[in-house]
């Protein structure tokens, strides 16, 4: 255990940087949880989650702890033993932003003391710990890294609803600037986590993040692209990934879907294909490849509603259609680029009439134009046609089922007369 005079920081109280907060409170560190977002910051302190794995009782019971702060002023983190950043790196314009890594950077600069960690879970390209945050550290505190204070990188693996291979049972990859960083890294991780994979530089450690999601990246583009060929060949693409995953050696299943989303897939390749165009002057093909593919996804489902709605003589325009599930992934309210946003920018520009289903979206980030609903009889009687986006264990796809409503269901949940599967 941890004792209650060692100091922890968790930048950023998210998807990825709440799960650390709450486990390192639970193992006996005194956490301080920061977060620029006021409105975070106001849940947290009232004992209310808007992170499906971490449970209101989880958030009360660090609070009777008296070691979890919630804070937004970065004043309360002075005289900390360890900070870790796992604050958001966004895509703008195509190309990486790493400002609240440099805004975090500087702010624990200011308060950062000699025989201090610093480690970084954001995901980033090659380099980004050692070519920028430790510069950013080291101008901030006049503190030299290596000899005054330590530095490193694990790349976060949350994975938000998995309820097998949760923070604490997924192996932690962990990396130092230097072998003594190194060490504080990873008997950090190695109280919150039952097992760390220790590499030699934090290079390897950003790579590792990288070839992970462009991995699936990848192979969801490969099947994705299946999909529309076996739709038009008339070929079950469903039952033949099914088929070739009774093989036990050779093949890893992936299925097709309307897009892909959250931060993992549809951002972090890009963050490879731009250090390597940007080191080398070269093209990382197979990840503009999937980019191209996963992007397009969205397009296919509208071309797909189309054709279902011509069916029944009518357009696009003036229909009412039902989006079931708009977040990511099943079982999260997770709608960080999520293809279903994409999806509703092309059907309000057709002139559709939008209405949707999903609980677990936090209000304040419900998409604009488009009308929550519940999943009933009488919005079933409303719509023209539905689409099943994300399948949540808690929606009853019963009432669709049963119903004559023309349904494209892009998850292969479902079997009715009037459903087609992407």
Known sequence: MATEQEKVVIVGQGYVGLPVAIRAN???????????????????????????DISNSSLEAAARSGRYLPTADYADIAGFDLAVITVPTPLSESLPDLSYIEESARSLALHLKPGATVILES????????????????????????????????????????KTWGFVETPKVVSGIDAASLKKVQQFYGRLVNQTVAVSSPKEAELTKLLENTFRHVNIALV??????????????????????????????????????????????????????????????????????????????VQRLMLMLNKKQRSISGSTIL??????????????????LRLIELLLD?????????????????PAGVRQVVLDEATIAAADIAVLLTDHDDLDLSVL??????????????RAEQVERL
């Open 350 to 366: 057709a002139g559709a009439t939008l209405i949707a289903v999903d609980d677990h979206i936090e209000s304040h980030r419900w």
């Open 401 to 414: 089922a049963s119903s004559a409503l023309p349904l494209l269901d892009t998850k292969n949940k479902m």
């Open 224 to 301: 994705n692209e299946l999909a529309i060929y076996a739709h038009q060949l008339g070929v079950n693409i469903w039952e033949a990934i099914d088929a070739a995953s009774t093989k036990p050696f050779g093949f890893m299943k992936f299925t097709p879907g309307p897009g892909v989303g959250g931060h993992c897939l549809p951002v972090d390749p890009s963050y490879l294909s731009w250090q390597v165009r940007r080191k080398l002057g070269q093209n990382f093909r197979f990840v503009e490849l999937a980019n191209d593919i996963n992007d397009h996804m969205p397009d296919y489902v």
């Open 26 to 52: 639970e193992v006996g560190y005194n956490v301080i949880g920061v977060d620029v977002d006021k409105r975070r910051i106001d849940d947290l302190q009232a004992g209310r989650s808007y992170v499906d």
């Open 123 to 162: 995901t980033t390209y090659p380099g980004t710990t050692e070519e920028l945050l430790v510069p950013i550290l080291e101008a901030g505190s006049g503190l030299k890294a290596g000899r005054d204070f330590y530095a490193g990188y694990s790349p976060e693996r949350i994975d938000p609803g998995n």
């Open 323 to 340: 989006l079931v599930g708009l977040a990511y992934k099943k079982n999260t309210g997770d709608i960080r680029e999520s293809p279903s």
